[in-house]
């Protein structure tokens, strides 16, 4: 029988999925960012693991300040209550932190109050990850830790970048060169559309010219009768 305070220990393939899918979503965030893929570091998925079991028996919510070869960790926690025997994704975890995005201005580069979720997830020096999850019967939590960590002071600039499509030319490296590309296909659009209105314009006025010449041939070669049949007539 499970004591009180006991954290449930995820099956295997259960812990598995989450950390895939975490790990899958949060590439798919950093691509978004302009930034490189992470991978998993099974060094890492012990030390969040064995924290989250400690969060999720003792009923705690608070950062480990954990180490790796003797650097701070970046570390992102998510928590899920419930009435009732909680579950988790992976999915959900890594969406709530990036929805903090919506917080981040990306004019004013550095750290935030409620946007170091994101930050820390799209941290560009960030390479390796490391994620584990574990549930009581009402809550479940997940723990994902990141090396080299994210969110140093005077950094932000150069590690958290824009959306592609929402880039201006204010930045360095893969900000300029994305929005040179924008920026070159946006003007051939438009010399396009140009050009395609002056062809339109140009077959217009060639159709009327040749209507009123012809027009007025045919007004010609009327008079030019009737001359003649007056001649006739005479």
């Keep these: 029988m499970k004591k009180k305070n006991e954290a449930i220990i995820l ?36 030390i969040a693991q064995t924290y989250s079991e400690k969060l999720a028996s003792t009923d705690t ?48 580069p550095g750290f935030k109050s409620g946007t170091g979720h994101f930050t820390q997830l799209v941290w560009k020096n960030s390479k390796q990850l490391g994620c584990g999850a574990s549930c009581q019967n009402n809550a479940c939590v997940v723990t994902c830790n990141y090396y080299p960590a994210g969110n140093y002071l005077g950094q932000f600039d150069s590690n958290v970048f824009p959306l592609k499509e929402e880039q201006d030319n204010s930045g360095n490296g893969p900000t300029n060169q994305t929005f040179n590309q924008t920026g070159m296909n946006t003007g051939l ?10 062809v339109v314009l140009v077959i217009f006025f060639g159709i009327s010219l040749w209507l009123r010449k012809r027009k007025h041939n045919d007004v010609e070669s009327k008079v030019n009768k009737l001359n003649n049949y007056n001649r006739i007539m005479v």
Excluded: M
Aim: proline content about 1%.
């Design 61 to 108: 919510f608070a950062h480990s300040g954990n180490t790796y070869n003797g650097n701070p960790l970046g570390e992102n926690l998510y928590k899920k209550w419930g009435s009732y025997q909680v579950s988790v994704t992976g999915t959900e975890a890594s969406n709530s932190w990036y929805e903090e995005v919506k917080d981040y201005d990306f004019n004013n």
């Design 11 to 46: 099956a295997s393939t259960d812990l598995e999925t989450i950390r895939n899918n975490i790990l899958v979503n949060h590439n798919y965030h950093r691509k978004r960012h302009q930034v490189g893929d992470l991978t998993r570091n099974s060094e890492l998925e012990v």
């Design 189 to 198: 659009k438009v010399f396009i559309a140009i050009l395609i209105i002056l």
